[in-house]
């Protein structure tokens, strides 16, 4: 019990230590006993939250006199510890950098060498090739001119001899030697960080609407894509709309310049990303119209398991351990170049030279559940 009755020196937790409490009523009051007994069990109750009150108030300022300016000081020091964390691995990345572009642009330099050492040589051989042509043309208008028909059948022996050198002498035929090899720049560094840093400012794409298959729904925002089975109805006669295959554009295409966009894939099993020409036709179900079956498609291709590269119906196998849940897209007008890339591991899934001779059009398919654009 508390209050009067309690054990001791008769004094409150409070009162013992000395702490001001608020001033007991006496029980004896003009309230009579009970409600003296009531006020003091109240009065109790009262220093008992003066006490939690004092706890509270001093846990708070050993808060702030001690843990604040602890964190503070850690805070301090994490921070200077990632920036120069950062400075550390950028200036590695950097050095490294600076090695391979000395690298690359040694070889670079020997190939041109190499080249240019080989036109030397091809045009001393053929200079002197010419040589022997023009004098044994002179020699044989020579005999033809000076020479009757008893004295070119005396000689020939002679002349014979002399043109079995014209017959050594062998048309000139094209050679890779003399053509600059580009596989020399060919670097997977440099390759994937290039295609990490395009990816990391990846542009805003939007879906056409016109060009959506009715096996397909497209989102309010025009950037998820969701298959189903049942056709839903929609205008088949719009010319721009694929009427079988589970296809669609974006809204805009690209001629020239450096591109990229990411796709989210992690929800479907089956679908295709890529780029097409605008000239890709869009009704029926033939090969001309099928992703990666014609000359005017360039697809990355998953079903179930089975992962792919799509182009003119000659699928290359793509080997992955595990599926991503991401996809960027690269296009690389100036390279001559689309490529497919896994932001989680910064590995380059297939990457394909070609010379774009139209506009592209980013493409997707999907036919099993969603597949969504990402900023």
Not at 53 to 60: D, F, H, K
């Amino acid at each position: 019990e508390r209050g009067p009755g309690r054990r001791g020196s008769g004094l409150g937790p409070a009162e013992a230590r000395g702490d001001p409490v608020p001033p007991r009523r006496c029980p004896g009051s003009a309230a009579g006993a009970p409600a003296g007994s009531l006020g003091s069990v109240f009065q109790n109750k009262l220093v008992d939250q003066c006490e939690r009150l004092q706890l509270q108030s001093a846990a708070i300022a050993k808060h702030m006199a001690e843990v604040l300016p602890a964190k503070s000081q850690s805070v301090l020091t994490a921070a200077n510890g990632a920036r120069e964390l950062v400075i550390q691995r950028l200036m590695f990345v950097g050095k490294v950098c600076e090695n391979e572009e000395q690298r690359l642009l040694e070889n670079v330099h020997a190939e041109e060498e190499r080249v240019h050492q080989s036109i030397l040589t091809q045009q001393a051989h053929w200079t002197e090739a010419l040589q022997k042509l023009d004098a044994l043309r002179t020699y044989l208008v020579d005999m033809i001119t000076n020479l009757d028909d008893q004295g070119l059948v005396r000689a020939e022996k002679e002349i014979f001899e002399r043109t079995e050198v014209a017959e050594g002498i062998l048309e000139p035929q094209e050679s890779a030697k003399l053509n600059f090899n580009q596989q020399c720049v060919q670097s997977p560094l440099l390759h994937r960080l290039w295609a990490s840093a395009v990816l990391s400012c990846s542009q805003e794409i939007h879906i056409d609407e016109k060009t959506v298959s009715p096996h397909l729904s497209l989102s309010e925002d025009k950037k998820t894509l969701t298959f189903s089975p049942k056709k839903a109805k929609l205008d088949l006669d719009c010319p721009d709309r694929f009427d079988h295959w589970p296809n669609a554009l974006a809204t805009a295409a690209f001629q020239t310049g450096l591109h990229a966009w990411k796709i989210s894939v992690e929800k479907s099993c089956a679908y295709k990303l890529g780029v097409c020409y605008g000239s890709l036709p869009r009704k029926g179900s033939g090969n001309e119209v099928r992703l990666g079956f014609n000359a005017a498609s360039w697809v990355f291709s998953r079903y179930d398991k089975e992962f792919r590269f799509l182009h003119a119906g000659q699928p290359q196998p793509v080997e992955l351990i595990k599926s991503p849940a991401e996809i960027g897209v690269l296009v690389d007008f100036a390279g001559g170049e689309v490529l497919f890339y896994d932001p989680d591991s910064c590995a380059i899934l297939f990457s394909h030279r070609e010379t774009f001779a139209a506009p592209l059009y980013p493409v997707f398919a999907v036919a099993h559940h969603s597949i969504s654009l990402v900023q």
